[in-house]
């Protein structure tokens, strides 16, 4: 049974550092990766998704790895702001594209300290 | 939020009352999900349905109903069997394209009274 686990569960950083959030996952076995961030009160928000053939993926400062053989996958945050304070949640979904599970890690709650 | 709604945003419910969640979507995407947050955990999958007229239960069914008559719309029913329905629910879509991303509405927080 795949299980997926962030560590830590919260992380307080002065603004401008850079940073990295991490997941790490049971099943090596994984269609898919998909970062979200989460807002207080509010729904998830897609960051970035990585494909399992694929190794890393990048959004403005934010940047994402795969490394499928040790199930591991970290989110990169480059000069961190008050802004990208929120909670941080991954999610695998797989094996295989027909397989509708996705499981979730229990979050890092980030706090940017200005 | 994208193109996906739910409504209420709070609900307040009584012990013993069936109360249901509202999840509309016109995103035109073929697979709908319900899951429920409770604090400082994961999201933890109720429903599922990847197409009109098909679901399928997911990992904490129990106490929960799903019905799948449009392609918009997946509401979710919470009944009086679940003993702690209390947690914020979450409705998402998933495109189904190569991306295959996951797209979430903006939740409705429960509260039984």
Redesign the interface.
């Known amino acids: 049974k795949q299980e997926?686990t962030q560590i830590p569960?919260a992380l307080s950083v002065p603004e401008g550092e850079n940073l990295v959030l991490n997941c790490s996952f049971t099943d090596s076995a994984i269609?898919?990766l998909?970062w979200?961030r989460q807002d207080p009160?509010?729904?998830?928000?897609?960051l970035l998704?990585i494909?399992s053939s694929q190794r890393e993926q990048t959004s403005g400062r934010l940047n994402a790895s795969l490394d499928k053989s040790s199930g591991r996958s970290t989110l990169y945050i480059a000069a961190s702001q008050p802004g990208d304070s929120a909670t941080y949640?991954c999610?695998v979904?797989g094996p295989d594209?027909s397989a509708?599970?996705?499981i979730?890690?229990?979050?890092t709650r980030l706090s940017i300290r200005p | 939020?994208g193109g996906?709604t739910?409504s209420p945003k709070y609900l307040f419910r009584k012990e013993g009352q069936n109360v249901t969640l509202s999840c509309e979507q016109n995103l035109n995407h073929d697979?709908m999900?319900w899951?429920r947050q409770d604090p400082?955990?994961?999201?933890?999958?109720i429903y599922?349905s990847?197409i009109v007229n098909d679901f399928?239960k997911?990992d904490i069914a129990e106490g929960y109903s799903v019905s799948r008559e449009k392609k918009e719309s997946f509401p979710l029913t919470v009944t009086s069997a679940q003993k702690n329905p209390t947690a914020?629910y979450?409705c998402?879509t998933?495109d189904g394209s190569s991306?295959?991303?996951?797209?979430?509405?903006?939740?409705t927080?429960l509260t039984v009274l």
Not at chain 1, 41 to 46: A, E, V
Not at chain 2, 40 to 45: D, E, F, M, S, Y
Not at chain 2, 99 to 107: A, C, E, L, S
Request: no cysteine; charged share 15%; proline share 2%.
């Open positions: 997926v569960a269609y898919n998909q979200f009160g509010k729904g998830l928000t897609s998704l494909q949640l999610a979904k594209s509708s599970k996705i979730f890690g229990s979050g | 939020d996906i739910q697979a999900y899951y400082g955990q994961g999201l933890r999958l599922y990847q399928q997911g914020f979450l998402a998933r991306t295959d991303t996951q797209y979430f509405g903006p939740g927080r």
